[in-house]
């Protein structure tokens, strides 16, 4: 039977976190917030499992890298985030834990405690960050999702600022990682729990966004963007059942109509007018 310690749970994260990567990876047409949470389940397996095999590596590389992996994962999140919200990158809010993170892990090499601290305390600032990100911007997928994601990422980045301050109140529970402590195991479950339930929500926002682009593809005609036949008939129906109000339909006969090139005042008034529904092109 598998004991649910934390080295077995860090080793299962590094795992989930690549299977996620590479499934976000397969599906088409993967935008750029798409990719930047990509790379960052990549690098955020790599440092578990730097985690995993600290006891068998040079402090430099299991203390000081690790942490700088972590960080930086936080920081392709904080791009990943402001992607799906279409928001412009502060490049150095990217890069300033990038840099701070292994400063700090240097200066406090032989102080666990400490390094604990500010790293949990960075680590919390970061996916605040991100959660702050995703308050701004144009959202495209559903609002529930939204929340989710905002709230959740929000009550991580709380839980490593707790965690700081118990590190220092109470250094005993925290300061092993790969000791087997229950305490430990919640934290790796819960950052297991995020990064799937974060990895889908990104995923169907994605697919949202693609429903939506091959609905438009279907009912809007490519030369003028006026609805066709089918999406003509979709809003008559429509407005037949759910108004009281007489409908009128306006049907108009044009010969060779892709030939013919109409002002763009002109069409950005018959797209911006009431019987734009209603309008379809009949060749």
């Known amino acids: 039977m598998i004991e649910l310690d934390s080295p077995t749970?860090?080793?299962?994260?590094?795992?989930?976190?690549?299977?996620?990567?590479?499934?976000?990876?397969?599906?088409?047409g993967?935008?750029?917030?798409?990719?930047?949470?990509?790379?960052?389940?990549?690098?955020?397996?790599?440092?578990?499992l730097l985690l995993f095999a600290r006891p068998h590596l040079p402090p430099l590389i299991g203390?000081?890298?690790?942490?700088?992996?972590?960080?930086?994962?936080?920081?392709f999140g904080y791009l990943a985030f402001a992607r799906l919200v279409d928001k412009k990158v502060s490049f150095w809010l990217f890069l300033f834990p990038i840099l701070l993170?292994?400063?700090?892990?240097?200066?406090?090499?032989d102080d666990i405690i400490m390094r604990v601290i500010f790293a949990?305390?960075?680590?919390?600032?970061?996916?605040?960050?991100m959660s702050f990100t995703l308050t701004r911007g144009f959202w495209s997928g559903?609002?529930?999702?939204?929340?989710?994601?905002?709230?959740?990422?929000?009550?991580?980045?709380?839980?490593?600022?707790?965690?700081?301050?118990?590190?220092?109140?109470k250094p005993e529970l925290f300061i092993q990682m790969i000791a087997k402590s229950a305490l430990q195991g919640s934290l790796v479950i819960a950052g297991i729990i995020y990064m799937?339930?974060?990895?889908?929500?990104?995923?169907?926002?994605?697919?949202?966004?693609?429903n939506k682009e091959l609905s438009a593809l279907a009912s809007q005609d490519s030369l003028?963007?006026?609805?066709?036949?089918?999406?003509?008939?979709?809003?008559?129906?429509?407005?037949?059942?759910?108004?009281?109000?007489?409908?009128?339909?306006?049907?108009l006969d044009l010969d060779n109509f892709k030939k013919l090139m109409m002002p763009m005042d002109i069409m950005s008034v018959i797209r911006r007018s009431s019987f734009v529904p209603m309008l379809c092109k009949m060749d």
């Open 9 to 28: 749970l860090i080793i299962t994260q590094a795992i989930i976190q690549w299977l996620l990567a590479i499934l976000l990876m397969a599906e088409r």
């Open 30 to 48: 993967t935008n750029q917030g798409t990719k930047y949470w990509v790379i960052a389940l990549f690098i955020h397996g790599i440092a578990n």
């Open 63 to 75: 203390i000081i890298f690790y942490n700088f992996c972590v960080s930086l994962a936080f920081s």
């Open 101 to 109: 993170m292994p400063i700090t892990m240097l200066i406090y090499i």
């Open 120 to 129: 949990s305390i960075i680590f919390g600032i970061q996916l605040i960050l």
């Open 142 to 169: 559903s609002e529930k999702l939204k929340g989710w994601l905002i709230y959740s990422t929000g009550l991580l980045g709380l839980g490593f600022i707790v965690r700081a301050l118990f590190c220092y109140i």
């Open 196 to 210: 799937i339930l974060s990895t889908v929500v990104i995923l169907l926002v994605r697919l949202d966004v693609l």
């Open 224 to 251: 003028t963007g006026l609805f066709n036949r089918r999406a003509f008939i979709d809003n008559a129906k429509h407005m037949i059942v759910s108004d009281n109000l007489p409908v009128s339909v306006l049907m």
